[in-house]
């Protein structure tokens, strides 16, 4: 059997029917094995960090794997950034590379290139895997092949990357005869490690039944765990309200009333209020960066027993302290939580979810007053979801779209939001929406860009007009890279280089349609609605540029040295204080 119809047989067990890639020479040996197969599909990208994302998001919506293909050289290296988000955000990708042929390779000699193209992209790509090797041996291939998806998934998942040689690819190998991992010491190894356990309970239970003020804080680990309905389950149990952070926005739907939406820098006031308030803190899933705490750590959740549970032991103490830290998967530490939970009665805090709602009235996300006509991107995203139907998949790129429609597209029943967090790769939603649409075929995916980040990765609208996805493009366009430009407002006295000065965004309709997108213009909130209503029920693929002022801000803000409940702009003093039931901070 050819080795290269060895690996798309493998890829295929795995539960994968689509490989990301944009062909070169050092892997045609690969994509040639798909050719005549229905089980699996090559989609042609336009770049490779595009086809890296769009692996990314297929394996966030699959709950499995991703797979993403790229030749040796320049097409490795364009795969980076999508191998780092899948790093940071614990995404299980298998990321195959090829290699010029071994008799070409330089291996130890103290060259920089002998083959055309030759990239040791295991040294680039070691500290943002959890597996990266060079295949050398074609009888080694199923024990690396196997070694890597295990890695990929087990514990915090994230990204392994296998490089393949040419020469090993079109190699002839015995398949009955090849060894495997699973009947290796080092796999016996790995699953003698110490096992996560569930520990201190009562002791848990104990602190949730004594708090006045409990919140769950969820984060990303919640869905990477696929404990979204244990989730569910202890909400509606305990009726404890829930904030998230950025990538835990998903976890739960957010019409349930306990929901009290994102915290952290570019959180809602009101979620922020909520989180400095509690006298008891669930931390699920979560790094806890300072993008939740702000630049004060130590002033975080101060008055709150907190309580950490996450699958990684280095995320444990490490920024925030807490009263009990558990290594341990979400997924049976709420199932056993759950069960205890059965025991006692549903806690009375029903002045305690009077005051959240106080908050979240008092303090909406607006931009501008609703009577004015002028968009306000919290309103139009407000407006865009409620357009949206159950089950739709809405993926965000970075700069101040995400965090407008982080604040305020409100999720339904069955939605998913993928966001590239700990990455923050501009470029980011429009092939992660073509991913989505490929593992959940026939679901609607509502792509939300700026007219910075959308132009990143621009040339897969082509792609997605090929494969007549039914992806909806909303780019909030301020002909400015707003995010960047407000902080130099804020910071740089206004001087605007490269984010106003020196930046130009060009007709992006015009492109739109030049790729065979049918493409609207909304300008004002009047009629906005009825455009957004017949873009969701055209078929296919469309694109809406959504025209802003070029001074837009995302408010509320978190600048430094401030705890999470004193953003920008500031409440007045007297104002905070009344809303505060605990100490607030003192100023330095």
Excluded at 3 to 22: C, M, N, R
Excluded at 298 to 312: G, L, P, S, W
Excluded at 336 to 363: F, H, M, S, T
């Amino acid at each position: 059997m050819k080795l290269s119809d060895y690996v798309i047989d493998f890829i295929a067990k795995q539960g994968v029917s689509h490989i990301f890639e944009f062909i070169g020479g050092a892997i045609t040996h690969l994509l040639d094995s798909t050719i005549d197969r229905d089980d699996i599909q090559c989609v042609s990208v336009h770049h490779e960090q595009s086809g890296a994302f769009a692996a990314e998001a297929y394996a966030r919506i699959n709950g499995r794997l991703g797979v993403a293909m790229a030749t040796s050289g320049p097409g490795a290296l364009n795969m980076v950034a999508g191998i780092g988000s899948c790093w940071f955000d614990s995404v299980p990708c298998l990321f195959i590379t090829g290699q010029v042929n071994t008799y070409e390779y330089k291996f130890e000699r103290p060259i920089r290139q002998i083959g055309f193209q030759e990239t040791d992209i295991v040294s680039v790509v070691k500290p943002l895997t959890k597996y990266a090797e060079l295949v050398v041996d074609a009888e080694h291939i199923r024990y690396h092949l196997e070694k890597a998806v295990y890695l990929a998934q087990s514990g915090r998942p994230g990204p392994v990357l296998l490089d393949i040689p040419m020469n090993i690819q079109r190699a002839q190998i015995e398949p009955e005869q090849l060894e495997s991992f699973f009947d290796s010491q080092e796999y016996l190894e790995l699953q003698a490690e110490k096992p996560c356990r569930v520990e201190r309970l009562d002791e848990i239970v104990n602190l949730m039944a004594a708090a006045k003020r409990p919140v769950i804080l969820a984060g990303g680990g919640v869905r990477t765990a696929q404990a979204a309905a244990e989730l569910q389950q202890l909400v509606k149990a305990t009726g404890i309200p829930v904030v998230s952070s950025l990538m835990g926005l998903d976890a739960v739907t957010h019409d349930n009333r306990e929901f009290m939406g994102m915290i952290g820098s570019y959180g809602n006031r009101y979620s922020n209020l909520t989180l400095a308030n509690c006298d008891f803190l669930l931390i699920l899933g979560s790094r806890l960066d300072s993008r939740q705490t702000g630049t004060r750590p130590e002033t975080f959740a101060r008055a709150a027993k907190k309580v950490h549970v996450d699958i990684d032991p280095v995320e444990l103490q490490a920024k925030v302290q807490v009263d009990i830290a558990m290594q341990c998967h979400i997924k049976p530490f709420l199932q056993a939580l759950n069960g205890k939970l059965i025991q006692i009665g549903k806690p009375d805090i029903n002045d305690w979810l009077n005051v959240l709602e106080r908050y979240k009235e008092k303090y909406p996300t607006r931009m501008n007053p609703a009577e004015s006509d002028t968009i306000d991107p919290n309103r139009f995203i407000e407006v865009l979801s409620a357009a949206s139907s159950e089950g739709d998949i809405i993926t965000l790129d970075v700069g101040q779209n995400q965090m407008w429609a982080a604040q305020s597209f409100h999720l339904k029943k069955g939605q998913r939001m993928l966001i590239s967090g700990g990455m923050g790769a501009m470029g980011f939603a429009l092939p992660a929406a073509m991913g989505a649409a490929k593992a959940a075929p026939g679901t609607t995916v509502i792509a939300i860009a700026g007219d910075g980040g959308i132009q990143v990765n621009i040339q897969d609208l082509d792609t997605i007009v090929q494969h007549r996805l039914p992806v909806k493009i909303f780019t909030l366009n301020n002909n400015c890279l707003g995010m960047v430009r407000q902080f130099q407002d804020m910071y740089f006295d206004g001087r605007q280089q490269s984010t106003v000065v020196g930046y130009g965004c060009p007709d992006l309709c015009r492109i739109a349609e030049a790729y065979g997108l049918p493409a609207f213009t909304i300008g004002n909130m009047e009629g906005a609605a009825q455009v957004i209503e017949r873009v969701m029920a055209l078929p296919g693929p469309v694109f809406v540029n959504v025209i802003l002022e070029q001074g837009t801000c995302v408010n509320p803000k978190l600048v430094v040295n401030k705890p999470i409940e004193d953003m920008s702009p500031e409440l007045d003093r007297e104002e905070l204080a009344r809303e505060m039931l605990i100490e607030m901070v003192d100023e330095d």
